[in-house]
């Protein structure tokens, strides 16, 4: 075999070298690598037969199952592009997304018949309709689709610099952007964080976030760069999830902080057996120090965390480097995103793009060998994001004397209030150190006098009560005085992207005028 430089090679090498080990699980269905892999060309040849040539763009509408890895396998089989769609998203949005991404084909589940009937008319560039788990009017099913390929026809094979992917950017500086991923590009990406996670073909990792996001996706890699096992479940659900990690022996799986806290207030948690699990890694949010003592106690030394964007690979904070109850510089570093990761460059720069040194705030900025290509149809912010190589990653942040990274704020979430820089997550960092809450989100709304003022959305913990006087008062203990909510309200949910991001768009339109 050669060395493996398109994901084509890692589906080849792994049904080659491991044809009987376990490939993926979803519920009953279980498909060995190289069965997988027979599928997935057969999937591709079917493709072909379409008129599909080498980087057309095959559309997904589908919650987590083994068909949305199929078509993912098929894409990465013979050069074609997997473009993912949210099915979170309005109708709207989604439409903008397939038709900016010019797929030829759209698979979609068929809970989301409705959904594709609805915006069919808007549709420009799609040619077929394919519906997974049923039939409908006006798409072919799924399973015949497939069965008209022939793997021994295909004659496309990728390229290390082809697209591998398109995924959207999940819109929280404005309209979403096409990410376009390599070949050569998700291999590092598979190896680097496979290093970081120490994967190996005796692991079974457990996903159950989106696949339509790179989290889920490039995580699903780094297991079957070793030719692992991947158990999928559709969504997040706790009680499935805790079956899943005792039945299966899952030893790892990734979540957001978000999810963690709510797996954890299952009466479950700690009662199932999850002593097969090895590693948890968390991403698209900062873990609250309450979560992960807590998290230490039920699970064990487990977690692990991960920083980074769709356009490329960032920081690990280790297993090991979780010292809760430590001395001043390990609370200090578990405030941290970590270190770059092997095989990924990290600076801090000004407005100027001069390097900063140790400490000095700035734009974070990435590069290694998992990089982005750019923006599909969209030169102009290609060229913005992505220079030299680095990724300007629109992130504030400094690195301390060790380069452990501590993230700041969003540029276009930082707020100005009376000429001075007020950083939203240095104040969700004070609201959530009080005991009464759970959770807190930080944004800018309008103010006559100070052009910003400062506003906290907060989630109080079950049965907590404080008035949001008393709230601020706290914060003043924690935080400069002009860093303080100047107002605060009280919800039971933040709303999130299904990133696990918190959705500040979607919170400043819902509270940013007051």
């Not at 075999?1 to 044809?19: E, G, V, Y």
């Not at 610099?161 to 398109?166: E, H």
């Not at 190996?200 to 696949?211: H, K, N, Q, V």
């Not at 008035?467 to 008062?473: G, M, P, Q, S, V």
């Amino acid at each position: 075999m050669n060395i493996p430089q398109t994901l084509a090679d890692m589906l080849d090498n792994n049904a080659l070298k491991f044809p009987d080990h376990t490939a993926f699980v979803f519920g009953e269905q279980r498909v060995t690598h190289a069965e997988f892999r027979t599928r997935a060309a057969r999937l591709a040849s079917a493709w072909q037969r379409l008129g599909l040539k080498r980087q057309d763009r095959v559309g997904i509408l589908s919650q987590n199952r083994l068909e949305f890895q199929e078509v993912y396998g098929s894409c990465e089989m013979a050069g074609f592009i997997t473009a993912t769609v949210n099915w979170r998203l309005a109708i709207p949005e989604m439409v903008y997304i397939i038709n900016d991404g010019g797929a030829k084909v759209l698979v979609f589940e068929a809970a989301y018949a409705e959904t594709v009937a609805a915006m069919k008319d808007q549709l420009t560039s799609v040619e077929h309709y394919v519906c997974i788990g049923g039939k409908t009017e006006g798409a072919a099913d799924f399973e015949e689709v497939l069965a008209s390929g022939d793997p021994a026809e295909l004659t496309l094979r990728p390229r290390p610099d082809d697209v591998a992917y398109l995924i959207y950017t999940s819109g929280t500086t404005g309209r979403p952007k096409g990410v376009m991923l390599t070949h050569a590009g998700q291999c590092a990406a598979a190896e680097i964080l496979g290093s970081d996670q120490r994967m190996s073909a005796d692991d079974r990792i457990l996903i159950m976030m989106p696949l339509f996001h790179i989290g889920a996706k490039v995580i699903q890699l780094s297991q079957h760069w070793r030719a692992g096992t991947v158990v999928l479940l559709p969504g997040f659900d706790r009680d499935a999830i805790l079956d899943a990690i005792e039945d299966e022996k899952i030893t790892v799986t990734h979540m957001a902080p978000t999810m963690i806290q709510m797996l954890l207030e299952s009466p479950r948690a700690g009662a199932t057996d999850t002593s097969s699990l090895r590693m948890i890694v968390y991403a698209a949010a900062p873990m609250p120090l309450p979560v992960l003592k807590h998290g230490l106690k039920v699970f064990g030394p487990v977690f692990q965390q991960q920083f980074g964007q769709t356009e490329g690979l960032g920081t690990t904070l280790l297993a090991h480097q979780h010292k809760p109850d430590g001395n001043a510089r390990d609370l200090e570093i578990l405030t941290s995103v970590g270190q770059a990761s092997p095989r990924v460059g990290l600076r801090i720069v000004d407005d100027a793009g001069i390097d900063l040194p140790p400490g000095e705030v700035g734009e974070i900025l990435l590069t290694s060998p998992a990089v982005m290509k750019g923006y599909w149809n969209n030169t102009a912010a290609t060229i913005d994001t992505l220079r030299d190589g680095w990724v300007h990653t629109g992130d504030v942040g400094k690195v301390d004397h060790e380069g452990f990274l501590y993230l700041v704020d969003r540029k276009k979430d930082m707020i100005i209030s009376g000429g001075e820089n007020i950083y939203s997550r240095e104040v969700e960092e004070a609201v959530v150190h009080n005991d009464l809450v759970s959770e807190a989100a930080v944004i800018g709304v309008r103010d006559d006098k100070w052009g910003e003022a400062v506003m906290a959305i907060v989630v109080l913990k079950p049965g907590a009560q404080i008035t949001a006087e008393d709230l601020i008062d706290y914060c003043k203990t924690r935080i400069a005085s002009y860093k303080k909510p100047r107002h605060v309200t009280f919800v039971d949910e933040i709303v999130k992207l299904p990133s696990g991001k918190v959705d500040k768009v979607r919170l400043r339109q819902l509270y940013g005028q007051i």
